[in-house]
Structure formats: C-alpha cells, structure tokens
C-alpha cells in the first residue's frame, strides 16, 4: 500500500511491481493528481496508478496535511509492517514520515527504518 508520492514511494512501488508484487494505491485526495503531481512525473505517477489492484481516494476534496495523515492512517489501519525511508528527523510539517511512524509506533506497528549511509534530504 502506498500514495505513490514522487521519490521514495514510487521507487518502493515500481520495485514491487517488478518483483510480481500488488500495488494498492491510496490517493489522499480528488485532486492529488492534478494538484501534487509534477508535469515530469505524470507518466510514472499514471503508469503506477494503471499497474495498481486498487486505487482508493480519501474522502477530501483537495490536498492537504490533513488529507496526506488521513490516507496513512488509512495505510497504517490496513498493515501489520511498515517501510520507511526516513532519516529519523522531526516532519517538517504536520503529516511528513516523522509523524506516520510516530503513529505506527504507537500502534504496534513493526516499522522498519531504511537510510543509507551519506544520503541526504532533498
């Protein structure tokens, strides 16, 4: 399961395609794609979306913090283990990965946490 948000999402997404895997799409909201959704990353983002067993929108009208915690929350509420490509570092904003394994901590949620060595934020 996975809002397939650019960068580490898609790449976790695409990998599991790859492997054979089912991808289950949550979209946070109705104009996540028209509104978050970069014009070079449109293709990937469709591609994804196409390859997906479900897609499942959150019941915002437009993207917001509010909606981005909603659709992981969601994730969290459907998911015995979590992957998180994180630093360990505070959100920067309400909803970001800090907070999301914050939360699956708190549920007993096995998190594993995955950060090479010299990556940085971008």
Sequence with gaps: MSCIARGADQIFARALLDVGGS??????????????VKPDNVAEFDELIGAASKVHTMPFEESSR????????HILG?????????????????????????VARERGIQVTVVWPDGADRE
């Design 23 to 36: 991808l289950e799409v949550i979209l946070p909201a109705a104009d996540y794609r028209k509104r978050k």
């Design 66 to 73: 509010d909606a981005y915690m909603s659709a992981s929350e």
């Design 78 to 102: 459907s998911v015995d283990a979590m992957l998180a490509v994180w630093d360990g570092q505070p959100s920067a904003g309400y909803s970001g990965t800090g907070d999301v394994v914050q």
